[in-house]
């Protein structure tokens, strides 16, 4: 294991075919996963985080996207952007559901959906303190160097950022926003 900033590293052994004269033989190729945390306290309930998460109507004014499922282990959930298109863009299954403290879901891009290997794991963890929440999102089982990792770094922080600002003042912020050029 290495700890690179809010990232640990590890291996994660892969089968994969050898050459054809030896169709039924593995070998296996190692390939770096990773992982992202994200800590944010919140001034809300846990049931209110938990619902902006789950519900549609609530994701898409924080998150420019709807997370559609019914929420129960085993169950599909897509991951909708909010517009004229409505275009599924993330899709995976719920693994483990218990409101309003704990979701983990699996991710990974519609274009991928049929590759087991392109599937990372999601997990929000939500804890109450007084008149507040930690909540805690860990992104993991990710190929360290694929453009899904190096998305959710930029990604997160900002679709976090703007669940809380919307529940602390009723407002999200715009997670498609781009710096400002000098």
């Known amino acids: 294991l290495r700890k690179v900033g809010a990232e640990v590293r590890t291996r994660a ?4 075919a050898r050459a054809e004269e030896e169709p039924r ?3 296996t190729i190692n390939r770096e996963k990773t992982s992202f945390v ?3 306290y919140i001034r809300s309930t846990p049931e209110q985080v938990f619902e902006a ?3 549609p109507e609530i994701a898409r004014r924080y998150w420019g996207h709807e997370n559609v499922s019914d929420w129960k282990p085993g169950s ?3 991951h909708v952007r909010a517009d004229a298109q409505r275009k599924v863009e993330l899709v995976g299954k719920v693994v483990e ?3 309003p403290t704990r979701l983990v879901i699996t991710w990974a891009n519609a274009s991928q959906a049929a590759d087991p290997a392109s599937y990372s ?3 929000f963890d939500i804890v109450e303190y007084e008149a507040m929440v930690r909540l805690t999102v860990t992104h993991d089982e990710l190929d360290a160097d694929s453009g899904m990792a190096k998305g959710i770094r930029q990604g997160w922080p900002a ?3 703007s669940l809380k600002s919307l529940l602390e003042t009723g407002q999200g912020i715009d997670v498609f926003a781009k710096p400002k050029v000098a």
């Open 13 to 16: 052994a892969r089968p994969v």
């Open 25 to 27: 033989r593995k070998a």
């Open 38 to 40: 994200y800590v944010t």
């Open 53 to 55: 998460i789950t519900k």
């Open 76 to 78: 599909s959930w897509e």
């Open 97 to 99: 559901v218990t409101p």
């Open 121 to 123: 794991r999601v997990s």
């Open 159 to 161: 679709v976090l950022s």
